[in-house]
């Protein structure tokens, strides 16, 4: 019984790192989304020229 309780005590270990790594990466994509909408808006705003790299950039982000 207590080799069970050791084996999952070391799952939950497990699955809280990956709980903690997933929300860390869910609050980058979430910011980096922001800054990126932050952008576009801008660049339709103004129609700046120098803005039209940030579709390249886009695209390559985007795979």
Request: contains cysteine.
């Amino acid at each position: 019984m207590s080799l069970s309780l050791l084996q999952n005590v070391g799952m939950l270990k497990e699955h809280e790192n990956s709980r903690h790594k997933l929300y860390a990466l869910g609050v980058e994509l979430k910011e980096s989304s922001e800054d990126l909408t932050k952008y576009c808006r801008t660049y339709v705003s103004t129609g700046d020229s120098i803005r039209e790299r940030y579709w390249e950039l886009l695209n390559i982000r985007n795979g």
